[in-house]
């Protein structure tokens, strides 16, 4: 069985970054494109973006000029970087890899709430 | 992008009754590339359809998706106690922009 797990600082002060790792078990990170997601009560669940072993990587719009994504498969782990974070950045962060034919999430992590708050 | 609107924002049903959730995409949805999710509180989304009508591993028969274009539909045939949840849909077939909508609420009558 897949298992993803998110970690990295609750809080953080705004402009600083963001900075989240999930560790992946139970299969290789090489052969899927996996995501990153976040949930917060205002906007509900928003995709931020994908990143795939070769190195390719697509994110949202809205959120392009500030994300940065990787995946280490020496380590089986991807990472986020969210930069000059203000408090519409605070929310529930969640990494989940895509299905096989791409674009749905069949495996999720449970989640890591990162606030953003002087 | 693809605006996803979901209807009803809560469906109030007793255990065993039918369930049927909507989401209403703002174009059409290529490939009617579209996913439902459940989540309960404190949990993270679980898939249960792709591709509009494919049930994902290990979903119970009780849950089916249909539609196409800009409609779509979940049905849950016989609520369970464990059913009462938040739904989201899903769209992917509009890149590079995955859009989710807001989700139903199915609670308890």
Known sequence: QVQLQESGPALIRPSEILSLTCSV???????????????????????????????????????????????????????LRLTSVTAADTAVYFCAREGRGGGFFDFWGQGALVTVSS | E????????????SPGERATLSCRASQTVNSDYLAWYQQRP??????????????????????????????FTLTISGLEPEDFALYYCQQYGNSPLWTFGQGTKVEVK
């Not at chain 1, 906007?43 to 994908?50: D, F, H, M, P, V």
């Not at chain 2, 693809?2 to 809560?10: C, D, N, R, Y």
């Not at chain 2, 993270?44 to 274009?69: C, H, V």
């Open chain 1, 25 to 79: 078990s139970g299969d290789s990170i090489s052969p899927y494109y996996w995501s990153w997601i976040r949930q917060s009560p205002g906007k509900g669940l928003e995709w931020i973006g994908y990143t795939y072993a070769s190195g390719h990587t697509n994110s949202n719009p809205s959120l392009k000029s500030r994300v940065t994504m990787s995946l280490d498969a020496s380590a089986n782990q991807l990472s």
């Open chain 2, 2 to 13: 693809i605006v996803l609107t979901q209807s009803p924002g809560t469906l109030s049903l």
């Open chain 2, 42 to 71: 404190g949990q993270a989304p679980r898939l249960l359809i792709y591709g509009t009508a494919s049930r994902a591993t290990g979903i119970p028969d009780r849950f089916s998706g249909s539609g196409s274009g800009t409609d």
